[in-house]
T-cell receptor, first 115, second 111 residues
Framework: AQSVTQLGSHVSVSEGALVLLRCNYSSSVPPYLFWYVQYPNQGLQLLLKYTSAATLVKGINGFEAEFKKSETSFHLTKPSAHMSDAAEYFCAVSLSGGSNYKLTFGKGTLLTVNP | KAGVTQTPRYLIKTRGQQVTLSCSPISGHRSVSWYQQTPGQGLQFLFEYFSETQRNKGNFPGRFSGRQFSNSRSEMNVSTLELGDSALYLC??????????FGSGTRLTVV
């Protein structure tokens, strides 16, 4: 079984400020973890993924996430927010090896970037 | 390379009708999965196909069905539509180790 909890349905930051979006997971076996971004009326775009290699994962658009097994967390960060980062972000988990062939998503966090 | 293609992008149907949505995966990807996205329930897994076989199914009524063809293209069908079926339906294709790549989705409105 697997589940994801995203803390904070809405996060607001100023342009240039640190972005921190929180994700905690539960998994019966070692997980694969993903962050996706969704812009209005679009599909999901993969930002980054953790598949049991390096625990600090770098993704696109300056985002990165760190896998912390002891805290069952996979928080997403970006040092300096840009207006174009405003979107909804989803954390997702699958079982390692893809053995149940599905992603389980969190409820999402809407990121607002203020000028 | 071309991404995941979903057609149509928008659809309006009447309660009681049925609908078929199509998904063409990235070339070489043999796994296709479907998700329903609604404001209330978020993103929920519908089913996954690999080489024309359904390997996993989410917790949806039997009105929701799917299939996959030999060229890996997939369709999902919803029969006897209800107002609550209004949603964004997303298709994803995957290759081992590559993660899941999503299409732009089909926005279904049931009136």
């Amino acid at each position: 079984a697997q589940s994801v909890t995203q803390l904070g349905s809405h996060v607001s930051v100023s342009e240039g400020a640190l972005v921190l979006l929180r994700c905690n997971y539960s998994s019966s076996v070692p997980p694969y973890l993903f962050w996706y971004v969704q812009y209005p009326n679009q599909g999901l775009q993969l930002l980054l993924k953790y598949t049991s290699a390096a625990t600090l994962v770098k993704g696109i658009n300056g985002f990165e996430a760190e896998f912390k097994k002891s805290e069952t967390s996979f928080h997403l960060t970006k040092p300096s927010a840009h207006m174009s980062d405003a979107a909804e972000y989803f954390c997702a988990v699958s079982l390692s090896g893809g053995s149940n062939y599905k992603l389980t998503f969190g409820k999402g966090t809407l990121l607002t970037v203020n000028p | 390379k071309a991404g995941v293609t979903q057609t149509p992008r928008y659809l309006i149907k009447t309660r009681g009708q049925q609908v078929t949505l199509s998904c063409s995966p990235i070339s070489g990807h043999r796994s296709v999965s479907w998700y329903q996205q609604t404001p209330g329930q978020g993103l929920q897994f519908l089913f996954e196909y690999f080489s024309e076989t359904q390997r996993n199914k989410g917790n949806f009524p039997g009105r929701f069905s799917g299939r996959q063809f030999s060229n890996s293209r997939s369709e999902m069908n919803v029969s006897t539509l209800e107002l609550g079926d209004s949603a964004l339906y997303l298709c994803a294709s995957s290759f081992p180790g590559d993660g899941y790549t999503f299409g732009s989705g089909t926005r279904l409105t049931v009136v």
